[in-house]
């Protein structure tokens, strides 16, 4: 089985550009999570979505981060306008509801703002 | 106060040796805990997941949960180099079952 994919791996941009961050949960998990990992504050909770509907989106930093997730087997992280302190790894995690803790996460993407 | 807390480390232990990772957290009601590895550009994978007071053994790791002292441990027994990773320390709140909150990680190195 594959697990969670995201897109990119590496993503180098320019501080005022746009960027978007994708990721395919495990199929038959109904839960799936957008991290932040950064050196100064370690892994943070952004969003989550429970059968693609947004739950809790208190983690997302600014009106600049959305988060949206169209199907079950898609979501999309957004960052408009991007600046430097958005670099940082972007973890996609999902899990499925009887194994509440267990998080299966992607490969990360590692986000460069210039 | 930070929701769970780890020492930073790092943390240095010879081949063979126990490795003690701690951790304490602060909402109360939390029932569920859980350790994660994390190799070095790698992402985190779940190696341990406790639920009730006291020990729970798998393999050569043993959590460890104390609920009064709010307090969670992971021992490695005959440490490898292998083992060398960042281990978080991760937590369910309680008044949101699907929130998982992590600690800053340990700084694991076994040294042959």
């Known amino acids: 089985d594959a697990g969670v994919i995201q897109s990119p791996r590496h993503e180098v941009t320019e501080m005022g550009q746009e960027v978007t961050l994708r990721c395919k949960p495990i199929?038959?998990?109904?839960?799936l999570f957008w991290y932040r990992q950064t050196m100064m504050r370690g892994l943070e909770l952004l969003i989550y979505?429970?059968?693609?509907?947004?739950?809790?989106d208190s983690g997302m930093p600014e009106d600049r981060f959305s988060a949206k997730m169209p199907n079950a087997s898609f979501s999309t992280l957004k960052i408009q306008p991007s600046e430097p302190r958005d670099s940082a790894v972007y973890f996609c995690?999902?899990?499925?509801?009887?194994?509440?803790?267990?998080?299966?996460f992607g490969e990360g993407s590692r986000l460069t703002v210039l | 106060q930070k929701e769970v807390e780890q020492n930073s480390g790092p943390l240095s232990v010879p081949e063979g040796a126990i490795a003690s990772l701690n951790c304490t957290y602060s909402d109360r009601g939390s029932q569920s805990f859980f350790w994660y590895r994390q190799y070095s550009g790698k992402s985190p994978e779940l190696i341990m997941s406790i639920y009730s007071n006291g020990d729970k053994e798998d393999g050569r790791f043993t959590a460890q949960l104390n609920k009064a002292s709010q307090y969670v441990s992971l021992l490695i027994r005959d440490s490898q180099p292998s083992d060398s990773a960042t281990y978080l320390c991760?937590?369910?709140?309680?008044?949101?079952?699907?929130?998982?909150?992590f600690g800053a990680g340990t700084r694991l190195t076994v040294k042959p």
């Open positions: 995690a999902s899990s499925s509801g009887q194994g509440a803790g267990e998080l299966f």
């Open positions: 199929s038959g998990h109904d839960y």
């Open positions: 979505f429970n059968n693609n509907v947004p739950i809790d």
């Open positions: 991760a937590v369910l709140l309680l008044y949101n079952n699907n929130d998982m909150r």
